[in-house]
C-alpha cells in the first residue's frame, strides 16, 4: 500500500553523503535505523573522507529523534557535518532541527528550500 | 466533507485476520459505498455524510450516510424494494439484462451499483429515508455481510440499520469526525496515520502550525498505545477519536495497559503536567538527550511534544477494567486563527 510519505535513505559512500528524507514517522525507529547506523559506523572505520548528512524531511516523530541524536553522535569529533533542509515557511521544521543542534557536538547547516 | 484518498486506507484498516475470507468482497463494497459519497454527497462545506464499517462476530456491515435530493429518492426507494424482493439467482440474471441491453449511464441510472452491491453482500440492503428540508432527504443505507460467502446472516446476528443511524446521530451531535475502535498494532497504526495525515494535510502558510500539532499529538497517542497497550493474541484493542471543540480539536484515546504500567503512567503524566509553560523545551531537550543513547529506554518526549505544542494539559484516567487497567487519554488541540 502507498502511504502518504515514506523515509527515503540513501548513502553515497564515494561522495561521504548520507540523505534521510521524506517523513520519518515509524512506531519503531530503533529497527528501522540499524542498518544505516552500522552502515555509517562501516563508513566512518574504513574512510578518511567526513560524511556530511543531509536531512530534508517534512516530519518526524518522537521515536524519530532519539535516533537522529544517535545518527549525529556518530560524527562527533570532526567526524563530518550535517545539513537541515527545511520546507520554507515551515518554522516548526526549522526549530526541531535548531533542538537537534543543540544537542549534538556537530556543525548545522541549515537550508530552506 | 470526505476526499476520496484514505479509503484504500480505511481498508486497510479494516483487514483483520478473521475476516479474511471475505476481505475481497468487504474491499469492494467498502470501495464502492465510499465512493458513492464523494460522488454523489453534499458539496456543502458542513454536509452530513458519513461512512463507517463495523465488525461484530461472524458478520461485518458497512454503513453510509448522506443528502440526496427528490429525483434521487424516487429512483432509490423504488429500485431497492425491487431489488430486495429478488433472490442470488434473479439479482444475477437482472444483472447481465441491464449489462446486455446498454442502458446504464455513467450515474448508474439503471442501478447497477445498486445491484451488484445487493449481490456481492448476500443480503437484503437495509435503508431509511429522512426528509430533510427543500424536498432533500438524508439516505442512510447498510450492507450486511456474512464473513461465510454467500451465506444470508439471521436476524439476530445483523445490527438493525436503526442503530448504526443512532450512532450516526450520535457522532453527528458531538461533532466527531474520525472514530477508530480496533487493532492498534504495527500495520494498522500506519493506516491509521495515513488516514490521520491525509485530513490534516493543507499547503496554506497559516495552517502550518496547526496541521503540525494535531497530526504530531496524534501520532504521538497512537504510537503510545501501540507500545504501552496491551496485546491479546497479538491484537491490541484500542480507541482513538478526533473531535471538533470550540476553538480547536479534541483527540482522546483509550486502551488497556499491560501490567505494571500503573503507577508508571500515572508519574509520567503527573511530571508531565507540572511542568510550567517555560520549561518544557528544556525538559524536551533533556530527556531526549538522558534517553539518545540508551536502547533499552523509548524516546520519552512523545507526551513533552504534546504539551509543549498545544500548551494544553494531558487529561487522563486510570480505571479498572476486565481485570487490568484502562487508561483514556485526551489533549486540547487549540487552532490559532
Redesign the interface.
Known amino acids: 500500500?502507498?502511504?502518504?510519505?515514506d523515509t527515503i535513505i540513501e548513502f553515497n559512500e564515494d561522495k561521504g553523503l548520507l540523505k534521510i528524507s521524506g517523513i520519518s514517522?515509524m512506531?519503531?525507529a530503533?529497527e528501522f535505523y540499524v542498518e544505516t547506523k552500522s552502515k555509517i559506523d562501516g563508513f566512518l572505520s574504513s574512510s578518511a573522507t567526513n560524511l556530511t548528512i543531509e536531512f530534508e524531511l517534512t516530519?518526524f516523530?518522537?521515536?524519530s529523534?532519539?535516533q537522529f541524536?544517535?545518527i549525529l553522535?556518530k560524527l562527533e569529533g570532526d567526524k563530518g557535518n550535517a545539513i537541515w533542509k527545511y520546507p520554507k515557511?515551515?518554522?516548526?521544521m526549522h526549530d526541531r532541527g535548531k533542538?537537534l543542534e543543540?544537542?549534538v557536538d556537530v556543525p548545522f547547516e541549515f537550508i530552506a528550500i | 466533507m470526505f476526499s476520496d484518498s484514505f479509503s484504500e486506507h480505511i481498508v486497510a484498516l479494516t483487514e483483520h485476520d478473521n475476516h479474511k475470507s471475505v476481505k475481497k468482497r468487504l474491499s469492494f463494497l467498502m470501495i464502492e459505498v465510499f465512493q458513492n459519497i464523494v460522488r454523489h454527497g453534499g458539496q456543502e462545506e458542513k454536509s452530513n455524510d458519513f461512512f463507517g464499517v463495523r465488525s461484530i462476530e461472524d458478520s461485518l456491515n458497512i454503513f453510509s450516510s448522506n443528502r440526496i435530493n427528490k429525483k434521487a429518492h424516487e429512483f432509490l426507494s423504488s429500485k431497492l424494494k425491487e431489488l430486495n424482493k429478488l433472490n442470488a439467482d434473479q439479482l444475477k440474471t437482472l444483472y447481465k439484462e441491464i449489462l446486455q441491453s446498454g442502458q446504464f449511464s455513467d450515474k448508474g441510472g439503471a442501478g447497477l451499483g445498486l445491484i451488484d452491491m445487493a449481490r456481492k453482500s448476500g443480503n437484503p440492503i437495509q435503508h431509511n429515508f429522512e426528509p430533510l428540508e427543500n424536498n432533500d432527504f438524508q439516505f442512510n443505507y447498510q450492507l450486511d455481510l456474512s464473513s461465510e460467502r454467500g451465506v444470508e446472516l439471521t436476524k439476530h446476528q445483523k445490527i438493525n440499520i436503526e442503530d448504526n443511524i443512532q450512532s450516526y446521530n450520535d457522532i453527528n451531535d458531538n461533532d466527531l469526525v474520525f472514530f477508530f475502535k480496533g487493532d492498534f498494532s504495527k500495520n494498522n497504526t500506519q493506516s491509521l496515520l495515513n488516514i490521520l495525515k491525509a485530513n490534516t494535510q493543507t499547503y496554506s502558510k497559516n495552517e502550518e502550525f496547526n496541521n503540525f500539532r494535531i497530526f504530531h499529538s496524534g501520532v504521538e497517542l497512537i504510537q503510545n498505545i501501540a507500545r504501552h497497550g496491551k496485546s491479546v493474541n497479538e491484537y491490541i484493542e484500542g480507541v482513538f477519536c478526533l473531535f471538533r471543540v470550540n476553538s480547536g480539536v479534541y483527540i482522546c484515546t483509550g486502551n488497556s495497559l499491560k501490567t505494571g504500567d500503573y503507577s508508571t503512567m500515572e508519574m509520567h503524566i503527573n511530571k508531565i503536567n507540572e511542568y510550567s509553560k517555560d520549561d518544557l523545551n528544556k525538559v524536551y531537550l533533556e530527556t531526549l538527550k538522558k534517553n539518545a543513547l540508551n536502547d533499552d529506554v523509548k524516546a520519552g518526549v512523545g507526551l513533552i511534544d504534546v504539551r509543549r505544542y498545544n500548551q494544553s494539559f494531558i487529561d487522563y484516567e486510570i480505571n479498572n477494567k476486565d481485570n487490568g487497567l484502562y487508561l483514556k487519554m485526551g489533549v486540547f488541540i487549540p487552532i490559532y486563527k
Open positions: 500500500m502507498a502511504d502518504l510519505g514517522m512506531e519503531d530503533l516530519y516523530n518522537s521515536s529523534a532519539k541524536i544517535q553522535t515557511d515551515h518554522s516548526i533542538e543543540i544537542l
